[in-house]
């Protein structure tokens, strides 16, 4: 089985509420019925307005969410019906490869199938700074900055997804997909984001070792961070 991530552009003429339901009902169903093992949507919608101050956009127009689909194989042949039926509700898509480790497990807000996860789910997508190489990059986020992103953060979702290779013509050159998961409030008040609530300074330290460790290997002008909401429509089995 492998996992494939299709990231998604809305077009303009079609509301961010008409775009998740067309991913996460018409589109979810035709992903199950071609075989997909588990699909899950995140979509930038009205729910996660809130947080529309943690955006940072770097590619333009910014992608609106992404599907994720584990499927057994992503040879182009097996996966041309799944990039069809994405690609047909989307203004552009763009499908990679990845691995996935799941450092944090969400236990603490279980998802329900087709419903929506509770507080919201922050994407990011990261290039590989030049000064890295591809095992020093990948040394220093996951031996390192792992555990202080779980340490700094009330994150109860953590999923790292590492490109192997890019599926569709003209996908942006992204080297990671990151999604993480925060309670509601985390979307306005970053004491809640770093685990901090009512202790300020609690906030600064983590804020302070969270930016340190971010910075050795993510070059902040060259990271797209979206807030959506997560759907899980259908889990992979374990």
Known sequence: ???VVYVVWRDSATSPEA???RLRNGVADKLLTLGARGVQVNVADDAVQPAAGLRQVRTRPQMEGLVSVWM?????????PFDEAIE???????GYLVTESNPIRNTRFPPKPGERTAGFSQLAFLKRPPRLTHEAWLDVWHNSHTQIAVDTQDNFQYVQNVVVRPLTYGAPAFDAIVEECFPAAAMTDPHAFFDAVGDEEKLQRNVQAMMDSCHRFI???????????QYVVKA???
């Not at 047909?88 to 763009?94: L, N, Q």
């Not at 070059?219 to 909401?229: A, E, G, N, Q, R």
């Open 72 to 80: 057994d194989s992503a040879i182009e042949q097996f996966r041309k």
């Open 219 to 229: 070059d902040f002008d060259k990271i797209d961070v979206l807030p959506t909401s």
């Open 1 to 3: 089985m492998e996992k």
């Open 19 to 21: 775009f998740r339901e």
């Open 88 to 94: 047909a509700v989307s203004a552009r898509i763009a």
């Open 236 to 238: 992979p089995a374990a």
